[in-house]
């Protein structure tokens, strides 16, 4: 079976542009969370959506957001980039939104330039 | 608030030394997961163990070995006989029920580097 699946893998954009980030997350899972990882930092949440509704939000600004499709899969959209918003963007699933393992994909490589 | 330690920025062995990595956290839940992961070069994490609040077990998966203890707050990961392979970056992390989000809390991650 395939693990969770993130396109693209590196993205090169400049300040103000908008940008859209893609996960696929593993067949079963209804649960899908997103992360920030500022190099040298552990993983910051984002979001969390289950059953394609928003189930919980990190503090992150409002130029930050995301949705769930029927299929599950999930995007997560920034606008207006900032330098500050390259990083590295991990997409986690779940069978359930609580408790359980957490699998993450290879992640999306922001730079913003 | 909800807060994951890892006061070990970066540790350095040589192989086949046993190393521990130290994990602190903080919770006011009474209901919380406590989790390990890898996050090798490639940037994928990799899931190593997930703890209950309740279970106070420790556990030993091969080379690995994980001693959670409630009375100081901690879930330290031991690697036996360290390998060149395990050279990562390792996160402790935490989710607390009362979020109801299933959120983890990260720790600022430890750099292992096993040298031949």
């Known amino acids: 079976d395939a693990g969770v699946t993130q396109s693209p893998t590196h993205l090169i954009k400049t300040r103000g542009q908008q940008v859209t980030l893609r996960c696929s997350p593993i067949s079963g899972h209804k649960s899908v969370s997103w992360y920030q990882q500022v190099l040298g930092q552990g993983p910051q949440f984002i979001f969390q959506y289950y059953e394609k509704e928003e189930r919980g939000r990190g503090n992150f600004p409002d130029r930050f957001s995301a949705r769930q499709f029927p299929n599950y899969s999930s995007e997560l959209n920034v606008n207006a980039l900032l330098l500050g918003d390259s990083a590295l963007y991990l997409c986690?699933?779940?069978?359930?939104?609580?408790?359980?393992?957490?699998?993450f994909g290879s992640g999306t490589r922001l730079t913003v330039v | 608030a909800q807060k994951v330690t890892q006061a070990q920025t970066e540790i350095s062995v040589v192989e086949k030394e046993d190393v521990t990595l130290d994990c602190v956290y903080e919770?006011?839940?009474?209901?919380?997961?406590l989790f390990w992961y890898k996050q090798p070069p490639s940037g994928e994490l990799v899931f190593l163990i997930r703890r209950n609040s309740f279970d106070e077990q420790n556990e030993i998966s091969g080379r690995y070995s994980w001693n959670f203890q409630k009375s100081t707050s901690s879930f330290n990961f031991t690697i036996t006989a360290s390998q060149v392979v395990d050279s990562a970056v390792y996160f402790c992390?935490?989710?607390?029920?009362?979020?109801?989000?299933?959120?983890?809390?990260f720790g600022q991650g430890t750099t292992l580097q096993v040298k031949p």
């Open positions: 992390a935490l989710s607390g029920l009362s979020s109801n989000t299933g959120k983890l809390i």
């Open positions: 919770t006011r839940d009474t209901t919380y997961y």
């Open positions: 986690a699933s779940s069978l359930v939104p609580v408790g359980y393992g957490y699998t």
